[in-house]
């Protein structure tokens, strides 16, 4: 009986490892973010990122709030140890998803994540939170983690000859090009609308 249980147990672990395993692409692949974004997904990992205070965890498209996501979330992976890595944070939905603009809105563009965690990486465009305006259908809000091929000197914008302070009208598929990034290891997504910010409230007020 106890054995039975034990295996069950085991079966169950095992099945629920492979599930998220799988859903991944699966999920990319439901809310169309592999043909709007134009990434590949097929080996896409999960990858963990969780809004502090209270915690909220990013999973393959929940639903989360203005309260959620006001400040900026932790997030982990897999990493190996003498690798660097960049992740991106972007949103193909602006204005909205019916009325797309040929191009994406970053969010966060953090680089030279090391792999030992020695330190957090450093921050190319500061965390903006999601603002999607009144009216629109829940954006899709998403992270991709790309493993970079060695330390990069982000600080040279001009010797790379790319734009890394612009958040409008970029592609993460575009971005990953110009860096030599290759296609994203690992990545995650929730939706958001619009909802009344506590902010927008004291506005009103006024
Ligand atoms: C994905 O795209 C298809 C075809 O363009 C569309 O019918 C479907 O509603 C879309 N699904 C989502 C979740 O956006
Ligand atoms: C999608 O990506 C491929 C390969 O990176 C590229 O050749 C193609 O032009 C891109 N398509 C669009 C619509 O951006
Ligand atoms: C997210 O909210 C929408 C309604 O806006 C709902 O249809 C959907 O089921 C919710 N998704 C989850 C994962 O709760
Ligand atoms: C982590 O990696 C960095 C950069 O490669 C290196 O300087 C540091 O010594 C490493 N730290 C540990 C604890 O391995
Ligand atoms: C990065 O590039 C800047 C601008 O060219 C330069 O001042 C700086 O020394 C470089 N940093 C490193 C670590 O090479």
């Known amino acids: 009986m106890k054995m039975l249980t034990i295996l069950v147990a085991v079966i169950v672990l095992v099945d629920l490892a492979d599930s998220t395993k799988k859903s991944v692409p699966a999920a990319f692949k439901a809310a169309n973010l592999s043909k709007v974004l134009n990434i590949t997904i097929k080996n896409l990992k999960l990858m963990t990122v969780t809004y502090p205070d209270p915690p909220k965890k990013v999973f393959l498209g929940n639903n989360l709030t203005q309260t959620d996501t006001s400040t900026e979330p932790t997030y982990d992976f897999d990493y190996r140890t003498n ?4 992740l991106l944070m972007t949103d193909p939905d602006v204005p909205s998803p019916s009325i797309s603009l040929p191009g994406e809105f970053f ?11 020695s330190s957090s ?8 939170p999601p603002v999607p305006p009144p009216g629109t259908k829940p954006h ?16 040279d914008g001009s010797l790379l ?23 994203p290891i690992a990545g995650n997504f929730f939706y958001k609308g619009f909802d009344v910010p506590v902010v927008h409230g004291a506005l009103n007020v006024v």
Do not use: C
């Open 140 to 155: 899709r809000y998403t992270f991709l983690l790309y493993r970079q091929r060695k330390k990069m000197n982000f600080s």
């Open 161 to 183: 000859g790319i734009d890394l302070t612009n958040r409008l009208m970029r592609r993460a598929s575009v971005l990953a090009k110009e860096l030599n990034l290759g296609d």
């Open 121 to 128: 990486g450093e921050d190319i465009l500061n965390y903006f």
């Open 83 to 86: 690798r660097y890595y960049a």
């Open 107 to 117: 969010h966060w563009f953090v680089g030279n994540i090391p792999g030992n965690r």
